[in-house]
């Protein structure tokens, strides 16, 4: 943890002119005497394989295409764990240990970058080691009904988390400029509206804005500028599960709640008597709930909707996190609310309860 800290305020990094040069990864792997070595490039939380090559006696080599533009990961045979790459300059010396097809112990050397990564990776696993050994001791306590127990164990387990996440942030924000940063910002952008999304993107510099991270964060950037609060809502059309389709350029002239939700989703199950409610309070007023459910079961969406007693229109291609909505409207959570007023335009987003209540109140006075 102290190299980490040292490496903190070290750490003020570049990259010179010749950034596009190819850079060389010859590793050793002991524990995959043969088999394939695969080299993917991160362009979002999916890495993209881009080569492969056979370890000969464990050891590999790739030798061009590499630049220091790019995020990259090594897999080794079955494994699915990977290891990262973090290019600058410096060509990268990798050596692995498997056990049993999975990485038991790595080491890149390379440059500055990697080696913040590295000294987080050595601080990351044993972080989880102390969270790994307090959580038997929690599940016992919770079993027997201990609540002193329970209160002073969760007490210390949020403390080892929130040190562990204010580690994680201070590189993100001592790297905001480059590739190690943008990959904290991917395995969070679930986490991020539009501003800070939009902030976090302008930092970047010139040869980070080339990678594909950075290129696919833009995208999402893009998407979430259509569909924030103040923009026009996009029509979007899907079945009901009669066949019927409907868009959602029908509901122009009413105030509309789009209630993205799903029959296995326990939050929007927990949200429904409160939509119920609010239905059954405003529908003669020139309101109404289109459903969208994310669900990819018929049958289960069906009985839901009969259970929570959900009497307005319901839609859903059932095609679970891939159904169109969640990339029209950028959706990453559920419950997700979408206010939309008369003339089409997206008043509110997220809200719940007594603030969707209230807002939904303010806009048919």
């Not at 040292?6 to 990094?13: R, T, Y």
């Not at 590739?179 to 991020?192: A, E, I, T």
Request: aromatic residues 10%; proline residues 2%.
């Amino acid at each position: 943890m102290k190299k980490i800290i040292v490496l903190f305020s070290a750490l003020s990094l570049f990259f010179s002119a010749n950034a596009q040069k190819s850079l060389t990864i010859n590793g050793k792997v002991d524990g995959l005497t043969e088999g394939k070595v695969y080299l993917s490039k991160m362009a979002s939380q999916k890495p993209i394989k881009i080569d492969s090559i056979d370890a000969v006696n464990g050891s590999f080599a790739f030798t061009k295409g590499i630049t220091a533009t790019d995020i990259y990961m090594l897999n080794f045979g079955k494994t699915r764990a990977g290891v990262l790459l973090f290019p600058e300059n410096e060509n990268f010396v990798v050596t692995v240990k498997l056990n049993n097809n999975a990485i038991e112990l790595s080491e890149v050397k390379a440059g500055a970058l990697q080696a913040v990564y590295q000294d987080y990776t050595k601080a990351l696993k044993e972080n989880r080691a102390e969270i790994n050994k307090l959580y038997p001791a929690y599940q016992k306590a919770k079993a027997e009904n201990n609540a002193a127990e329970v209160d002073r164990l969760e007490k210390e387990l949020t403390v080892k988390s929130d040190a562990f996440d204010a580690t994680e942030n201070k590189i993100q924000e001592n790297n905001a400029s480059n590739l190690l940063g943008l990959y904290f910002v991917v395995n969070k952008v679930y986490y991020y509206d539009y501003e800070k999304l939009k902030g976090i993107l302008e930092k970047a510099d010139a040869n980070t804005k080339q990678s594909e991270v950075y290129k696919n964060l833009q995208v999402r950037l893009d998407k979430m500028d259509k569909v924030r609060v103040g923009s026009m809502a996009p029509d979007f059309t899907l079945p009901t599960p009669e066949g019927k389709m409907v868009s959602l350029s029908q509901f122009r002239g009413k105030v509309l709640v789009v209630d993205c939700w799903a029959s296995w989703c326990g939050p929007c199950r927990a949200e429904s008597p409160n939509m119920v409610a609010l239905y059954n309070a405003n529908k003669d007023k020139n309101f109404t709930i289109l459903g969208v459910s994310l669900d990819r079961d018929k049958d289960k969406w069906l009985k839901a909707i009969a259970d929570d007693k959900l009497a307005w229109n319901h839609v859903s291609d059932l095609k679970y996190w891939q159904s169109m909505i969640c990339d029209l409207y950028v959706i990453s959570a559920i419950p997700e609310t979408i206010l939309i007023d008369k003339d089409g335009k997206i008043v509110a987003r997220g809200l719940r309860g007594e603030e969707l209540k209230a807002k939904v109140a303010e806009l048919l006075k």
